[in-house]
């Protein structure tokens, strides 16, 4: 077996354990995103083009609630910014890479993807092949993230819509944040974004939603900054 | 805006951000503050967007025993909490609107 063969599937193994997390939460999307009002198309669609589970959850929320394109796509954008962190700890693995490379492991660099291969890198360093390692783990996630949203169109096809299930988004969101609400800090930037997102509920486009989202994050690192000097305090982003 | 016009740009947005600092790499750091900063994303967007789906009725402001979802949010909070498990979560909070709007 070559190198290259050895290494994908190094990382596809790697990335196994990811997927009893993902498989379930990959077929609620499909279900809840065609609850939202998506098309069956849109809703596979937008597994392959944003390819990012709690920005796709939001975008279905929005739509939802007929939220006008550009404020979406912004929204899109906040969400999604944790991973210029990602993009920034694996960079130096592959500063040698082709541009083409470089383009392909970007587009597969997901929260579960990232987790693998950078303890993959830090525990091998660079060794000719590594990227297969990325690869692998990135293509076995992008594969099931694809699979288990069809699964889950055709099931939520089969959902009665007396069942409310619009509800399902919101508690899905509370699922995820939750957890993440390890200190002061968090805490401070959900509470206040809550707030923010309250009072400002009916700005036009729902630009509420971009404002709170910005308070609750100043709220958050300034509060880390007072705390603590250096020490992070920071819950870390397993969205 | 058409959605798939929608999807098209938030997925190219998400590309460009998970390429930015591999294709910058040695030519650009992160600012400490930013790093800092993008730790909240989470928190502060997911709370922005279930706040109102929990506190508000028709646009107004509802802190009631008849406002359900903000009840049943409560016990998914609660579910969430001490589960950390999606799925639990979920089905907790959608069997409590279930209940809630049958008894109350």
Redesign the interface.
Known sequence: MSEKIKNFLAGARAEIPLLI?VF??GM?YGALALNAG??KA?AQ??S?????G??QF??A?L?HENT???V??L??????????????S???Y??SLS?RW??L???L?TDEAYAPTIIHYEKQGITPYAHWFWLGAGFTLWFNWQVSTALGIFLGTAIPESW?LD??L????????????KNQ???A??????????IA??LPYRL??IL??????????LL??RKSSGRML????M? | MNIWLVMLLGGLITFLIRFSFIYLFGRFEIPETIRKALHYVPPAVLSAIVFPELFLRDGTLNVSLENTSLLAGLVAILVAWFTKNTLITIIAGMVALFLLQFFL
């Open positions: 997390g379930p939460f609620i998506l098309s849109a669609g937008m392959a083009t944003v390819f990012a709690s920005a939001i975008t929320q739509v006008p394109g550009f979406i796509v929204t899109i954008a906040v969400v999604n910014l944790r991973h210029m962190l990602y993009s920034a694996l960079a130096p592959i500063a541009t470089k383009a492991l970007s587009y660099l409310s509800f399902a919101p508690l899905t969101f509370i699922a995820m944040v939750v957890p993440v609400l800090p968090a805490i930037a959900a509470l206040s974004a809550g707030v923010v997102a309250l509920y009916s509420g939603l709170a989202a910005l308070v609750g994050i100043a709220a958050g690192t880390e900054g920071s819950p870390k982003g969205l």
